[in-house]
């Protein structure tokens, strides 16, 4: 049992070589595609292919020692899905320093800032637009005004949340696993729930 449990965690690690060796290549052919428009700093570790799109004119800005895993195997937790970052025109996502992802969907029509040491949690989906109108007659043919979300310092996003636009999220909160926030949050507090409310102070 021991022997089997000691080739497992040589697999493991073997694995998280080459998912990062893939990572880092997916960061250089994503920086050689957007330039100016894709910034991040030193010391990342990106554990498979993060997916980046960026149609327009937006960017996506990542600061120093960010995490992001975007492989399975990977993840010792979720319901896989790679990363995706995605600009939609003049979009920005801003990312603080010690930020870690894992399988998350952002998209960004405007702006979405994420604080320092802040962690979010498998499948997590995060957006500052509704795509398209709330009237059936106008769905398909015009598009929602995007508002702004920022999440603060220190926040720990469960996994399996939905985060909708014009959202603030104060330093120091969680959101609860599988959690829709559609209003701001408090700082130094935990929310959890369909629509999300506060249960108490940290």
């Known amino acids: 049992m021991i022997e089997k449990l000691n080739k497992l965690d040589i697999k493991f690690k ?7 060796i893939i990572g880092k290549i997916s960061i250089f052919i994503n920086k ?13 570790k990106v554990w498979g292919n993060i ?24 993840s010792y937790f979720t319901i896989f899905s790679p990363c995706h970052l995605t600009i939609v025109h003049e979009g920005i996502i801003e990312i603080g320093n010690n930020v870690g992802l894992n399988g998350n969907t952002i998209v960004a029509k405007k702006k979405i ?30 598009k929602d005004n995007p508002k702004e979300i920022i999440i ?20 120091n909160t969680v959101i ?4 829709v926030v ?6 130094n507090s935990v929310y959890r729930g369909n629509p999300a409310k506060k249960i108490k102070d940290i």
């Open 14 to 20: 073997i694995l998280e070589k080459i998912f990062l």
């Open 32 to 44: 050689l595609i957007y330039q100016k428009r894709f910034i991040i700093k030193n010391n990342f």
């Open 51 to 74: 997916r980046l799109l960026i149609d327009g004119t937006g960017k996506i800005d990542i600061g120093e020692n960010f995490h992001a895993v975007s492989n399975k195997k990977r």
């Open 113 to 142: 800032y994420i604080g320092d040491y802040t962690m979010i949690g498998p499948n997590t989906i995060i957006t500052d637009h509704n795509v398209h109108q709330i009237s059936s007659k106008d769905r398909w043919s015009s």
């Open 152 to 171: 603060g310092k220190n926040c720990w996003i469960g996994m399996n949340c939905t985060i909708l636009k014009g959202v603030k999220i104060g330093d």
């Open 176 to 179: 609860g696993a599988g959690s």
């Open 182 to 187: 559609i209003e701001n949050c408090d700082e």
